[in-house]
């Protein structure tokens, strides 16, 4: 092709300075024979028009040459982006095939377009028992059967579901524990829309879950019942007692009264931890004044607050009936308005506000407290986990209270979220749907 171009572009050249030459020798003879001025001024005309065709020439050969050079690396370019599509597209279909993570091709409506062998291995299935069929109907979680159909919502929306956890229905009929997440893959502009299901196997690791809580929960109750004969048994001395115990005694009683009450509510913290793991968690709603409820709850916690010196202080917007289970409201109440008092320093202020729309109602708890580090504030709600200044201010925590928080809020189908400037303070805000 290139050769061939060359070629043209000399033809091409030659062709228009033989035209310019015989077309002014012609010319040049029909005035030979005027007198010298005439002869002067057609050979300078002559002179000039040869330079004019030669740059003309020269000019259309390059137009020539770069309009097909053009095209013919446009050809070469396209055929290398052919290729290498190709070969991506061939690749993802092999990784696709051949990942050992169950992968399905699904409609936003749910149906299995196409899954691949780990999933059909998972699922103990063959490819005519999926195709076709929709994914949710082997989804399942019995306690929480609202969550399936907000994961179904969410991806007929396609808005992203990851990693949450499921049972899936296998051929077996067994339920077997997996991470379930879906992403929209829909290619822009096609009119195909097609959505990636992942599926991770976490069922060994569930079982070894429920094994540990199950001990877990054993071993609170056990405790549970010594423990309240002995808070019963102090509070007794201390009563009834006390004019016939020397002060030195006494100290030790009520020191002993606290890391009694202390280890009763690590009990109960662990028993409420458990249930919610095992899926016991019971979601009994009920007619409820929230507003009663938190001045309630706001009621048992002004000691802590009147020791630091603390002020709380409320606001009550709007309708707050709501149908809920007041347990529940009252156990995440309880650990975040506790969470502020223990990490707000003397003389500071804890802000509790609730506002009812026509559609939820809006719990918030700011304080003026220690705040969280911008790098842990991702790993705030996981199990078990401190941020490192909470740490320093008291050793004794055991992680579990926002954890637990999260868990019954969403049990609850509702969602929250905390904003916190380190030094300055935290603001947790969770909303509850009527």
């Known amino acids: 092709m290139r050769f061939f171009t060359s070629f043209l572009t000399l033809v091409v050249l030659l062709l228009c300075v033989f035209f310019a030459f015989s077309y002014f020798d012609s010319k040049y003879l029909l005035v030979a024979t005027d007198a010298e001025y005439a002869k002067n001024t057609g050979t300078q005309l002559l002179e000039l028009f040869l330079i004019v065709s030669i740059a003309a020439a020269m000019f259309l050969s390059l137009l020539i040459y770069s309009v097909l050079s053009t095209q013919n690396a446009a050809r070469r370019m396209a055929y290398a982006i052919s290729k290498d599509m190709s070969f991506s597209k061939e690749q993802f279909r092999r990784f696709y095939e051949l990942s050992p993570v169950p992968y399905l091709l699904i409609s936003p409506k749910g149906t299995i377009t196409r899954p691949n062998k780990a999933s059909l291995r998972f699922f103990g299935r063959t490819e005519e028992d999926l195709i076709d069929k929709n994914i949710f109907s082997f989804l399942s979680l019995p306690e929480h ?35 379930l997440s879906i992403e929209d893959i829909t290619t822009p502009g096609s009119h195909e829309h097609n959505c990636l299901v992942t599926l991770v196997d976490i069922h060994e690791q569930k079982e070894l879950e429920r094994i540990k809580t199950e001990f877990l929960s054993l071993a609170s109750h056990q405790l549970r019942s010594p423990l309240a004969n002995l808070k019963w048994y102090i509070d007794f001395l201390l009563n009834r007692r006390r004019d016939q115990m020397s002060e030195e005694v006494q100290g030790y009683l009520h020191k002993m009264f606290r890391r009694n009450s202390d280890m009763i509510e690590l009990v109960n913290t662990l028993l409420n931890l458990s249930r919610i793991e095992m899926g016991r968690v019971k979601v009994e709603k009920e007619s409820a004044d929230v507003e009663a409820l938190t001045k309630s709850v706001i009621e048992e916690l002004e000691p802590t607050a009147l020791e630091k010196k603390i002020v709380m202080e409320t606001t009550f917007v709007g309708d707050l009936q709501l149908d809920t289970d007041t347990r529940l409201v009252r156990i995440i109440l309880q650990n975040l308005l506790s969470n502020s008092l223990r990490y707000t320093k003397e003389n500071g202020k804890v802000f509790i506000r609730l506002s009812g729309s026509t559609s939820r109602i809006r ?59 380190l030094g300055e303070g935290t603001t947790f805000t969770f909303e509850l749907p009527r």
């Open 363 to 421: 719990f918030e708890v700011e304080d003026t407290g220690v705040g969280i580090p911008p790098n842990e504030q991702g790993s705030i709600f996981s199990k078990l986990y401190r941020a490192t200044n909470a740490k320093e201010i008291e050793a004794n925590g055991n992680g579990i209270g926002l954890y637990m928080c999260k868990e019954l809020v969403e049990g609850l189908g509702g969602t929250i979220t905390f904003v916190s400037k």
């Open 145 to 179: 059967s609202e969550k399936i159909m907000r994961y179904k919502d969410s991806a007929e929306r396609r808005i992203p579901v990851e990693q949450k956890e499921v049972q899936v229905l296998l051929d077996s009929k067994e339920l077997r524990w997996a991470l």
